[in-house]
Nanobody, 120 residues
Framework: QFQLVESGGGLVQAGGSLRLSCAAS????????MGWYRQAPGKQRELVAA???????KYADSVKGRFTISGDNARNTVYLLMKSLKPEDTAVYYC??????????????WGQGTLVTVSS
């Protein structure tokens, strides 16, 4: 099993920037994808951005051009650089990873979440 630890959330004014980090640790054979989801009060959890095998990326339409996801394969870490933040970006952001501790293991793991609050 492996775990995810997130950091970097906080309070920022609209138009500002934040960078979230998520590091995977524990017994890791491989990680095929890492991503960020968010959940605002009263709303469903939604995909924000994902990176696959450290190269291919996917973004929600609402964050395209403002958020950038990147990965450090050697450190099993993923980053989310968020620019031009808007009040509607306020949510708990969760890191997600798909991988396993052996060649035959396929797990989806979630971090504990980090709160991002954007004030107007």
């Amino acid at each position: 099993q492996f775990q995810l630890v997130e950091s970097g959330g906080g309070l920022v004014q609209a138009g500002g920037s934040l960078r979230l980090s998520c590091a995977a640790s524990g017994s890791i054979f491989s990680i095929s994808a890492m991503g960020w989801y968010r959940q605002a009060p009263g709303k469903q959890r939604e995909l924000v951005a994902a990176i696959y095998t450290g190269v291919n990326t996917k973004y929600a339409d609402s964050v395209k051009g403002r958020f950038t996801i990147s990965g450090d394969n050697a450190r099993n870490t993923v980053y989310l650089l968020m620019k031009s933040l808007k009040p509607e970006d306020t949510a708990v952001y969760y890191c997600n990873a798909v991988g396993g501790s052996s060649p035959f293991e396929y797990l989806e793991v979630w971090g504990q979440g980090t709160l991002v609050t954007v004030s107007s």
